[in-house]
């Protein structure tokens, strides 16, 4: 991945997303540099967005997941955080990265979200927040919603009552 290349789907990205130009209009400027491990937006009214073009050359596979870091990057913009004056804890943090990848995941599909997929396969913590769950997560949660207690009818456990429907 080049700065040119970069700024290509950029463009790109652009003139597929109406929203896209709304984030860019706000963005002061694109700023390449390694002082970020991956991409990041300063918090500022006009904020820099700030690239590290190792990491998208190291961890994203195709122009969807470049695309993919640069909206989550001006979903934060969108969403107001950059401006927010509230102390950006590690936990506030997490949280607004995993609200941001979930939008991105329910928009755009697997195609966008497999970079985080990949990225967050195999943490185990609360960063599992930060990418789709996997196909065991979804049948564990499908078993917990389906096994619950008697429902306010008086059902036994088991499927879904029709009585509640």
Known sequence: MNEKRF????????????????????I??????????????????????????QFISDHCRSDREVKAVIIHEFLHVLLGH??????MTPARHLALDAVINAIIHRQYGPEYSSMMASYYA?????????????????????????MKSPCHNGCTPGPPCIRAI
Do not use: C, W
């Open 7 to 26: 700024n290509a789907l950029l463009q790109e990205l652009i003139d597929e997303n109406p929203f896209a130009i709304r984030a860019v209009l706000k």
């Open 28 to 53: 002061l400027d694109v700023h390449f540099t390694d002082a970020v491990p991956t991409l990041a937006v300063t918090r500022q009214s006009k904020p820099r967005l700030l690239v590290n073009l």
């Open 82 to 87: 950059t401006e927010e004056k509230k102390p």
């Open 122 to 146: 195999d943490v185990t913590d609360l960063k599992k927040l930060l990418r789709p769950m996997t196909g065991q997560e979804v049948s564990m949660k499908i078993t917990a919603v389906t």
